[in-house]
């Protein structure tokens, strides 16, 4: 199990998935490069590791994953990948403990698909679109 102390940069790929836990995210992706800097930019997050074709992302101390679609080649899930963007679409990730205003300050404002709103579920949140047209929430408690 990955801990505080894991070295990203260094685990190798059989280490790193044999200590994956809970639920898994893993988000196929034209231009990884592109994906991590709004990942890290815009939304805050830490960039743990990258490459051209993989990159592990953290979250509150949670870890997912982008794929190159050269990487995933031979797997069947990018024949489900739509050609033509988003090809995130239906796909909504919930960002908890972010500030919706912050993030939609540091976001292209073309990207910003719903511009923070107190949500009567409780939370303050802000839905801005990644460069692959996955749907990103950044939601804090009211």
């Not at 939304?43 to 051209?52: F, I, Q």
């Not at 960002?95 to 919706?100: I, K, M, Q, R």
């Amino acid at each position: 199990m990955m801990t505080r102390n894991t070295d990203y940069n260094t685990i190798d790929a059989a280490e790193f998935g044999r200590g994956l836990r809970g639920v898994g995210v893993n988000l196929l992706c034209r231009d990884v490069a592109a994906m991590a800097a709004f990942l890290r930019d815009v939304l805050g997050l830490s960039v743990l590791r990258e490459s051209a074709d993989f990159a592990i992302v953290a979250h509150d101390g949670m870890v997912f994953q982008l794929h190159s679609d050269a990487s995933f080649g031979a797997h069947p899930v990018l024949g489900l990948v739509p050609d033509n963007p988003p090809r995130g679409g239906g796909a909504q990730l919930y960002l908890f403990g972010l500030d919706p205003d912050a993030v939609v300050a540091r976001a292209d404002l073309e990207t910003v698909i719903e511009q923070p709103t107190d949500k009567p579920h409780g939370l303050r949140e802000a839905t801005v679109l990644s460069p692959e047209g996955y749907a990103f929430s950044p939601a804090r408690a009211l």
